[in-house]
């Protein structure tokens, strides 16, 4: 029976609880970056809250744009940045993409993007044309969460 109970309080010990785990802070999360051709642009990107696998948990991604002497950068005034993300396994988009607001010179947020669910995604950072819509570029990354 002693064996008994001090197994079960170890099986206790072990098993904390969701709430236990501490989310990770800005500084643990990567930085992540990608080259645009147009104009030369590196971007950075960052997820400042998420990536969370329900519709009901916003998702907080920030982009930093860097010229080629490496200063922050505004897209030019004829660019727009979106994002979209597609589960290749299962065929489908993501609930919301959100939209980027400019935050100050070459610093965008996305307050919105909210996926559907878990599982592996594949993620676009788009720029269109403001006037026609049309995509000029985009720079893809996969995940999973």
Known sequence: MKNFSLLFCLVLIACASPRDQ????????????????LGGLKVNYQW??????????ANTLLVSVYDAE????DFSADLSL????????????????GYFE?????????????YNMGGEWENYLI??????????EEAKWRESF
């Not at 501490?22 to 051709?37: C, G, R, Y």
């Not at 979106?82 to 993409?97: K, L, N």
């Not at 720029?127 to 000029?136: A, F, H, I, P």
Request: charged share 20%.
């Open 127 to 136: 720029l269109s044309d403001t006037s026609t819509g049309d995509e000029l």
């Open 82 to 97: 979106g994002f979209y993300a597609i589960m290749p396994s299962m065929g489908h988009p993501m609930d919301r993409e």
């Open 22 to 37: 501490k989310a990770p802070t800005l500084a643990e999360k990567p930085l992540n970056s990608v080259v645009m051709s």
């Open 70 to 73: 490496g200063k922050l950068s």
């Open 102 to 114: 400019r935050i100050s010179k070459g610093l965008y947020i996305n307050r919105g993007i909210r």
């Open 48 to 57: 400042m809250e998420g990536p969370f696998p329900s519709p009901s948990q």
